[in-house]
């Protein structure tokens, strides 16, 4: 009886697999590879990424995925400027998967690189590696012509959380994409900083309600959030249910106790799931001023609103117990 | 009782001009869940055996040259 | 060669830890045993292929039980399971998943598998339930398993695809000696003998019969078919709760969830045909099930999964992930039915019976170590008994599994099992195979299934129940007698078809032992309709004695984390009267 284990000598004939003159032959080598796990694979796959196949390529550009480490990076990087689509999209797939910040070295010269994609390809891949010296370059690439890549490059900012990246980042809050300015806000999110907290607060009033919503939700964040207190307050009167609903969820999860009356205002909301929050929200104020709403909502004829009234109703009770305790 | 035959439509196909099977691939006879897909000792190609599928996918989505197709199986869809 | 021949043979290998089942739990557990003692052997055996195997073969939508720093405690979610369990909870074992999954999930990330992130890099945890915050999406989920794997490759972990399971080895002491298992390809034999085992079988999912007649159309990855749990049994391992079985909302005649929890923190949620949302409940459980159950069975049915309501650039975002991951399969149903979410709710029903810890509270008694009642035995992930676990459940209580079995194997020798018990178990194995003529495997299989459908499902009743034993009956013996298997296929499925077997006596045995009803649908007896606390506040274990079945009480630990009256209450006032 063959063994009963999965081999672990698939490197043993790699060099003569490889070299078949059918590219399907070479293919179904170029798998065993990647499915080995073994780390001496990578030289295998590195000497293939100018097979003449395309499909061949694409599936060395896969079997790289399943390492980590800049030798695998660096023959990633060839296949990601790889004129055929299919080549480089899969390229760009296996890089985000890395973890080795080792392997930036060789990714952050095609920040610069004179196709989109492959710039946005390179930031992506950047991101997860949080290593410093990719900031400045991660910088220069928020004047990208793409949105796209803009895009990619907050994030590899913003997953640095670097207080100095804020003047950048705030800058980006006139951009003329709504995805980029959408992204900024959400990576504005950790600074202590009050100018942070500001530009969110200017993005209430974005016109794109998905910017608006996720200001509305980043502010519930950010550790100054309550500077916005009154916008976020004003915010409830957005046209979009779904920024109120941010709104809401922030101003309770902050306690503004202020924001009692205004949040009871979105009890009748024809919106259920907005009638939900705003009841949840009066609960975690707790404030007394809001048993009133709660009181007309309690029949609701939906469920999970009356299911939040009744435990924001017990949230009351318990702070006026303990206040008189 | 002597057994019959049943007849069933099964729900994955695969393209016999795409498979390369015959080059030694087996990527998805490996990673089917339910193990129905087997080569055909006939034509060197992937097919289904059985029709016992969970319409999981990992089929179609691991096979390197795009052969195979998942199909709802006919009885829920 | 005639496809699937049959090889006779048989042959012996030996190993520290043997992990069986390589889906979820599994491959971290086998990770975990390895990494602790890395010069030990370490055993990954699986019935279809690591690789792709198991309930997360294409990926998840995402976590449904995060315990993230911030946005939920271990006292807040141990909390919640136990008031979804109605107090049936050892608690600490709970408590233990919930400190520790962060570390796991961090552990994940750096394997390369994909969590949502804020553009800070942060966990984008999402809130759908009613308190804590616990859902952690996964847009690209499809790559879990490669990821896994790729850890399993590096580690030199000893992997078995394609061998099957089939009994336990024990030695005379009760300990645990190994396992037996046969080739699903050519019914060859393979005994394992082992320090320590550690089951990671999946649920018990083919027990009921989806409502579409098709068999392999279940909910749970079809693969798992109740063998852990027969397994386990026959060791003389104690199972927890059996009654307690698990239902779920899925699209009708389709076996995946809509899920609330991807569509959920959208704003999507389940309406009647008036389109209200009527779901009181919280939390998947049963519960819920009787809710979602009365909703169907009044005329204010069908049910459905609600989104029109959603802006057009959310409902793309929904279904990015919802044709992408977990169930890929989804939108090419939704195609070809012509349902457009822009336009149309999405038809949703309840799912066959199985038995699942991850989703409910079936499974092999397990304390917090992973450790079951047969020394040397763990079991992790939705067979063994640690309520609501789902996913991160399953990687945690593996790794759990992992680092207790193997310092239990560093500190013992091998166990020594009865060749006969072998030469027994190869006997009942191939009898399928020495058989002319017969009763193929699915016709066995559908008919079990069919009386499964037709008598166990809730709400139950006893004279029910007791014709559904009898007609099983029938259907074992003709199993043990007249069963045939013509090629090594169709033997992994007459295994199986036995594994049913057991798993649907186990279903009746527990469900007529507790004369009460309690977690909602699960276990909604028509003869004892009401909670009986006073009785029945207990787990009940079900386990074998002298060749029998036999049921028995045990009283649930004291809570570590206490749950006030009026916090009972309060969840108690969402909770609606039977048959409401
Ligand atoms: C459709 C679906 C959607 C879900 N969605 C979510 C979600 O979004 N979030 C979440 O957190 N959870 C979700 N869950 C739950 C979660 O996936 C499970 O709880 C978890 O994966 C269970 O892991 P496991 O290791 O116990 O079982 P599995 O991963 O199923 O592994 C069991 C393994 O055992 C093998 N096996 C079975 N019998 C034998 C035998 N006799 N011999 C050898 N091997 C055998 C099987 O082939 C399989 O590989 C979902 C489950 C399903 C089915
Ligand atoms: S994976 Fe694709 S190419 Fe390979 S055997 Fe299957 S169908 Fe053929
Ligand atoms: S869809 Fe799943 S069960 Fe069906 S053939 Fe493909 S891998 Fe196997």
Redesign the pocket.
């Known amino acids: 009886m063959a063994s009963p284990f999965e081999s672990y000598d698939d490197l043993e004939d790699a060099d003569e697999r490889l070299q078949a003159a059918d590219p399907a032959e070479r293919r179904v080598a170029i798998i065993a590879l990647g499915h080995s796990g073994d780390p001496a694979a990578i030289g295998h796959l590195a000497r293939m990424v100018d097979d003449p196949d395309a499909g061949v390529r694409q599936q060395v550009a896969m079997a790289l995925g399943e390492f980590d480490g800049p030798e695998a990076a660096a023959a990633l990087v060839k296949l990601l400027v790889d004129p055929e689509r299919i080549v480089a999209a899969a390229a760009a797939d296996s890089l985000a998967e890395f973890k080795d910040p080792a392997s930036a070295d060789v990714i952050l010269p095609l920040v610069k690189h004179s196709h989109a994609f492959v710039r946005m390809g390179a930031l992506r891949a950047l991101k997860e590696l949080r290593r410093k010296d990719t900031l400045k370059p991660a910088l220069e690439a928020l004047q990208d012509g793409d949105a796209a890549v803009r895009v990619q490059a907050i994030g590899v900012i913003g997953f640095l959380k670097l207080e100095e990246s804020i003047p950048a980042l705030t800058s980006l809050i006139n951009d003329p994409d709504a995805h980029v300015r959408r992204a900024a806000v959400s990576a504005l999110a950790f600074s202590h900083m009050k100018p942070a907290a500001e530009t969110i607060t200017r993005a209430l009033k974005d016109e794109d309600w998905m910017v608006r919503e996720m200001a509305a939700e980043t502010l519930g964040l950010n550790v100054n959030g309550a500077v916005a207190a009154d916008q976020l307050i004003a915010s409830l009167d957005d046209a979009f249910w779904q920024v109120r609903l941010k709104a809401v969820r922030s101003l309770g999860k902050m306690k503004i106790e202020r924001a009692v009356r205004p949040i009871g205002n979105c009890v009748t909301h024809e919106q259920a799931n907005l009638r939900k929050e705003a009841a949840a929200a009066l609960g975690e104020i707790a404030g007394a001023d809001g048993e009133p709403f709660l009181v007309m909502i309690a029949n609701d004829p939906d469920p999970d609103v009356r299911k939040n009234a009744r435990w924001a109703q017990h949230q009351i009770a318990a702070k006026k117990a303990k206040a008189g305790a | 009782m002597p057994l019959a035959t049943y007849q069933t439509s099964v729900p994955v196909v695969v393209d016999d001009a795409k498979c390369i099977a015959d080059k030694g691939c087996t990527v998805c006879v490996d990673v089917c869940?339910l193990d129905v897909l087997r080569i055909s000792d006939m034509t060197g190609k992937a097919y289904m055996a059985y029709d016992e599928c969970w319409y999981c996918m990992p089929c179609e989505a691991d096979c390197p040259t795009g052969a195979v197709t998942v199909n709802i199986p006919y009885l829920l869809r | 060669m005639a496809i699937d021949e049959i090889v006779d043979g048989l042959s012996e290998v030996s190993c520290d830890v043997l992990v069986?089942?390589?889906?979820?739990?599994?491959p971290m557990a086998a990770l975990k045993a390895k990494l602790k003692n890395p010069k030990a052997n370490v055993v990954l055996?699986?019935?279809?292929n690591v690789k792709r195997?198991?309930?997360?073969s294409m990926g998840?939508?995402?976590?449904?039980?995060a315990v993230i720093p911030g946005y939920a405690t271990p006292e807040q979610y141990t909390k919640e399971i136990t008031i979804a369990n109605d107090g049936i909870v050892d608690q600490r074992a709970v408590y233990k998943y919930a400190e520790n999954c962060y570390k796991i999930i961090e552990e994940l990330d750096g394997f390369g598998i994909r969590f949502l992130k804020n553009e800070n890099g942060d966990y984008a945890v999402k809130k759908v339930h009613h308190i804590g915050t616990y859902v952690l999406p996964m847009p690209n989920g499809e790559t879990v398993k490669k990821a896994l794997y790729r850890q399993l490759r590096r580690a030199r972990i000893l992997i078995s695809n394609r061998?099957?399971?089939?009994r336990l080895l024990t030695a005379s002491d009760g300990r645990v000696a190994g396992a037996i298992?046969v080739n699903t390809r050519t019914a060859e034999m393979l005994v394992i003998k082992a320090k320590a085992v550690i089951l990671?079988?999946?649920?018990a999912g083919r027990l009921g019969l989806p409502t579409s007649g098709y068999m392999f159309g279940t909910?749970?990855?079809a693969?798992?078919?109740g063998?852990?749990y027969a397994m386990a049994y026959h060791a003389g391992a104690k199972l927890a709760n059996l009654e307690c079985f698990q239902i779920n909302p899925l699209i009708k005649d389709y076996?995946?969830?809509a899920?609330a929890?991807v569509a959920g923190p959208f704003g999507a949620y389940t309406a009647n045909n008036e389109g209200k949302r009527f779901i009181e409940c919280d939390y998947w459980s049963g519960q819920m099930m009787l809710e979602f159950y009365n909703e169907l069975s009044s005329g204010k049915g069908p049910v459905f999964l609600q989104l029109k309501h959603l802006h057009e650039k959310t409902i793309e975002e929904i279904e990015s992930t919802l044709h992408k991951v977990?169930?890929p399969t989804r939108g090419l149903f939704q195609q070809g039915r012509g349902v457009d979410y822009r336009h149309e709710s999405i038809e949703m029903h309840i799912s066959e019976i199985g038995f699942c810890s991850?989703?409910s509270a079936s499974g092999v008694f397990v304390d917090d170590f992973a450790r079951t009642t047969v020394p040397g035995l763990y079991a992790?992930?939705?067979?063994a008994s640690v309520p609501h676990?789902?996913?991160?459940?399953?990687f945690t209580n593996?790794s759990v599994a992992g680092i207790d079995a193997m310092e239990f194997a560093d500190n013992h020798d091998f166990a020594q099992f009865d060749a006969a018990d072998v030469a027994a178990e190869r006997d009942r194995v191939m009898a399928p195979t020495k058989r002319e003529d017969g009763i193929p495997p699915n016709q066995i299989e559908y008919k079990t299934r069919r009386l499964v459908n037709d008598y166990l499902q809730p709400p139950k009743v006893t004279r029910k129940y007791e014709l559904g034993a009898r007609r099983l009956a029938e259907v074992r013996q003709d199993a043990k007698e007249r069963m045939i298997a013509r090629n090594a296929h169709e033997l992994l499925r007459a295994l199986e078809a036995q594994s049913i077997l057991d798993c649907a006596d186990m279903a009746v045995h527990a469900s007529l032992f507790r004369e009460e009803s309690r977690w909602g649908l699960y276990h909604l007896r028509t003869d004892f309709p009401e909670k009986d606390n006073e009785n029945w506040f207990c787990h009940t274990l079900l386990g074998k004695q002298d060749g029998k079945m036999v049921s028995e009480k045990r009283e649930v630990e004291p809570y570590i984390v206490p749950i006030a009256e009026e916090e009972k209450d309060l969840y108690d006032k969402q909770r609606i009267a039977v048959g409401a």
Do not use: V
Request: net charge negative.
């Open positions: 869940p | 069986i089942g390589g889906g979820t739990a599994g055996l699986e019935k279809a195997s198991g309930a997360i998840m939508d995402g976590l449904n039980n061998y099957m399971a089939t298992s990671c079988m999946g649920a909910y749970e990855n693969a798992n078919s063998d852990g076996n995946g969830p899920c929890y977990e169930r991850g989703h992790a992930g939705d067979m676990n789902y996913m991160l459940g399953a593996g």
